[in-house]
């Protein structure tokens, strides 16, 4: 672990939030682990270890608080001080859990031996990837227990415990309580229509709610993507289920309320997974910071507006479609043409609150006529050649291991170069170093000529570059509304992205 014992002591004591899901305290006196910003009374230095996962803590025998609820806490911080294959091993197990092979089959996939990887993650993290899983499982359990009124049956099977035996098994031994016992002492489980679950999720501040809802806004495809009155909403379907989600920001609890509707309750660990990545709450904004304020641009924009994030998305393959949309025009034109996609090739929705389509999947766009409504030919074509490669296997937005494999089969696709492959990588794929140096908004901003020199400034901000492009662009989209002057030329700026996979922007 990267955490020193000095600095989890000082955060402990002073309950600090940044540090929150970065470590965990096991308490020896009441055999109880705990977030550092628990409020309960501080235990005695003498009385307290240290664990870099929660899983690490259960290991060492502890079981969770009941106050501060290390489940409530943000993830771990994958980047932080951990092999690419730690961090792309967590990946995996967030998208799609310890799947039937177990360790074996996703050291499998990751390209090393299953002894290795244990190593890795006992190393990284404390705790064996088979322990980290059943730890989540089991946080993702008390989570449905004391937000939700599921039955719990139906918490059992949504938290991945396959029978209802084994879950009350595994909640009695953690908790030395009955399922039903924990809901009863949940401080508050208010009533929510059939198929519906509020969830707090929580993050590490500061996070620049009103920089991600205007990233969001300016982008959101009329249909099925909405943001008013400080609310993101979407609507979404996996594996044929179908439902819609709603966003907003809880600032005293440091936490993202999410109300989804979805139909499938036994899908919900993953569906909450996918919006916890969309908005990008497992960052460790201390871990940032340092490279960007480096830069003498960056530096006042940072102080100005601390916590901005990079918003992932919930569908790679609608987030690949609507950066080949943008490719030649504004913001507005994209966004106004994906609107279009979607009334004409979407599948009809009927949420409340304007949610009235859903994406339409790779099956129907790969052989839709997209220039009928009003596509340039070469988009439409590149588009349905993404959406091909995604239906016969060639190209998948899941359970990536190697990034640079994804995206050097990306760039196969004509049509596709580099700025829209690391903008799907910045965006689909959660890569923080991703990072389009031939963005015309991006040269813009810094007053640069060349995407050369952008990238050798660009070397001072790694392993975060995606960051500093999400300060740059926001500096960008500013400036463009503060002096009407710049209007006229934004959509010179948006040049057509060529196959030396040289500038456009969207952004500007
Ligand atoms: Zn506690």
Redesign the pocket.
């Known amino acids: 672990m990267t955490l020193d014992w000095q600095s989890c002591s000082r955060a402990r004591l002073s309950r600090d939030a940044r540090f929150d899901g970065k470590f965990f ?1 096991g ?1 020896l006196s009441s055999g ?4 550092p910003i ?3 009374r501080t235990a005695n230095e003498r009385n307290v270890r240290y664990y870099p996962s929660a899983a690490a803590a259960a290991e060492a025998g502890f079981r969770p ?6 489940e409530c806490s943000p993830g771990t911080p994958a980047w932080i001080g951990t092999p690419n294959t730690v961090s792309r091993a967590l990946r995996l197990i967030d998208e799609s859990g310890l799947e039937d092979g177990g360790v074996e089959a996703l050291a499998e996939r990751l390209g090393v031996g299953a002894r290795h990887l244990r190593r890795l993650f006992l190393r990284h993290l404390g705790a064996t990837p088979t322990a980290v899983a059943q730890t989540r499982r089991l946080h993702f359990a008390k989570k449905l227990i004391d937000e939700t009124s599921l039955p719990m049956t139906e918490v059992a099977l949504a938290s991945g415990f396959g029978s209802v035996r084994r879950f009350n098994a595994g909640i009695r031994k953690t908790y030395h309580r009955t399922p039903t016992q924990i809901r009863r002492i949940a401080r508050h489980t208010a009533i929510q229509p059939e198929n519906q679950y509020l969830f707090r999720l929580r993050f590490r501040p500061p996070y620049n709610w009103p920089g991600m809802l205007a990233f969001l806004a300016a982008r959101a495809t009329p249909g099925i993507e909405a943001v008013e009155q400080g609310r993101y909403r979407r609507s979404i379907s996996l594996n044929g289920s179908r439902g819609y989600f709603e966003v907003s920001l809880d600032e005293e609890n440091h936490a993202l309320v999410v109300r989804v509707q979805f139909g499938d309750p036994r899908l919900l660990f993953f569906v909450i997974e996918r919006i916890r990545a969309m908005f990008d709450l497992n960052a460790d904004w201390a871990a940032i910071v340092p490279g960007l304020r480096s830069d003498p641009v960056l530096v006042e924009r940072v102080k100005a507006h601390p916590g901005l994030r990079v918003p992932g998305c919930w569908s790679g393959f609608e987030l690949a479609t609507r950066a080949i949309l943008g490719q030649q025009i504004t913001v507005k034109g994209a966004t106004a043409l994906s609107g279009r996609i979607v009334r004409t090739f979407g599948e009809p929705f009927s949420a409340a609150h304007n949610l009235t389509h859903l994406f339409p999947p790779p099956e129907v766009l790969a052989n839709a006529d997209l220039a009928s409504i009003g596509l340039p030919k070469a988009r439409a074509e590149t588009i349905r050649a993404v959406a091909r490669a995604v239906c016969d296997g060639r190209i998948s937005f899941e359970g990536i291991v190697e990034v640079n494999a994804f995206l050097g089969r990306l760039i196969e696709i004509p049509g596709i170069g580099k700025w829209t492959a690391q903008y799907v990588a910045m965006r689909a794929l959660r890569e923080p170093d991703a990072f389009p140096s031939g963005d015309l908004g991006l040269l813009r901003a810094l007053g640069l000529d060349s995407s050369r020199e952008l990238e050798r400034r660009a070397e001072a901000w790694r392993p975060w570059r995606a960051y500093a492009a999400m300060y740059l662009w926001s500096m960008a989209s500013e400036s463009r509304v503060r002096g009407s002057k710049l209007v006229p030329s934004e959509a010179r700026a948006s040049v057509e992205e060529n196959a030396s996979g040289r500038g456009l922007s969207i952004f500007v």
Do not use: E, G, H, S
């Open positions: 305290i308490v109880v682990y705990c977030r628990c409020p309960a608080c009941l106050r501060c609820r290390p």
